[in-house]
């Protein structure tokens, strides 16, 4: 009797299954590696420019609540598109926490400005040049260079200060909406636990968490709390408490950053500790009592 014939054939999304989830997704939009990651960063900057745009034209009280969730999900996808190669396990939550963070900032802080175009134009060139800056951060972050490099420090000190950026207009727009003191304390802990995280990550940039990490967030997320706390009981006008949070961030965040790269010195202890002194020294000064 002769053999029965034997044949395969295999489908291309079968195929797929083999592979871990992380090559799955690479497979499946392997598409997006015939586009240069400069230009990808360009259009995902594009996109949400153009976004931020749309939303600048409707109320905010009318329409938050369906534009936040748009813009998140928008940032997390723009954010995948322009870095996408080599993104593996905490990479999915530390490469995109600030892309994200700054387009929703930025989205809250201009629902207390005028609308109009003499507003409208400096806020969304601002809002595209830093988002540009951010995804090439990301991108140096991704490849993994190495800390002695000056294109790393580079995307270290945008981080760093776009972070601080971003404190000062959560904590400005979190004061401007006059809730509870103690909710307000809260979401800027929250702020702080979220993208400190990520700084103090991007030390040694490893692909798991150490538990440094998450007690140097938390420790500094709870002193966040305290000092928003104390200084909703203080006549002081809201952009002033904005700025004593921006600051006690920057400095505890710089302390602690240094600390964990081994390079806290006397020089660079004293120096954070000039910026919080000198930023009391100027809230004693406009005390309102």
């Known amino acids: 009797m002769a053999s029965k014939s034997k044949f395969s054939f295999k489908l291309p999304f079968l195929s797929l299954k083999k592979l871990t989830p992380q090559k799955q997704k690479q497979k499946a939009f392997s598409f997006i590696n015939l586009i240069p990651k400069r230009i990808r960063i360009v259009i995902a900057t594009l996109v949400m420019m153009i976004l931020l745009t749309v939303s600048s034209f409707f109320t905010f009280t009318d329409s938050w609540y369906v534009f936040l969730p748009i813009i998140l999900i928008v940032s997390y996808v723009t954010t995948y598109f322009a870095v996408f190669e080599g ?3 905490v990479e999915w939550y530390m490469l995109f926490v600030v ?3 700054l387009a929703i900032a ?5 629902s207390l400005l005028p609308v109009r175009w003499l507003t409208r134009l400096p806020f969304l060139i601002l809002f595209s040049l830093g988002y540009y800056a951010v995804l090439l951060t990301m991108n140096i972050f991704n490849v993994g260079v190495e800390r002695s490099l000056q294109l790393y420090r580079a995307a270290f000190s945008i981080n ?8 000062f207009l959560f904590a400005l727009v979190t004061l401007s909406f006059r809730l509870n003191f103690i ?3 809260f979401i800027i802990a929250f702020l702080a636990l979220t993208i400190s995280m990520q700084l103090f990550w991007s030390v040694k940039l490893e692909k798991s968490f150490d538990k440094k990490i998450v007690t140097f967030s938390v420790v500094l997320a709870l002193l966040l709390f305290e000092v928003a706390l ?17 600051a006690f961030y920057y400095s505890l965040a710089g302390i602690a950053y240094n600390y964990l790269a081994d390079r806290l010195f006397k020089n660079t202890l004293r120096e954070y500790a000039f910026v ?14």
């Open 87 to 89: 993104i593996d396990r």
């Open 99 to 101: 892309p994200i963070m």
């Open 106 to 110: 930025l989205y809250l802080f201009y």
């Open 160 to 167: 760093y200060l776009t972070q601080t950026f971003i404190v």
């Open 183 to 185: 909710l307000n304390a």
């Open 230 to 246: 104390i200084a909703s009981f203080v006549p002081l006008k809201i952009n002033v408490i904005a700025l004593i949070l921006t």
């Open 276 to 289: 919080m002194i000198f930023v009391l020294f100027i809230t004693v000064l406009t005390l309102q009592w």
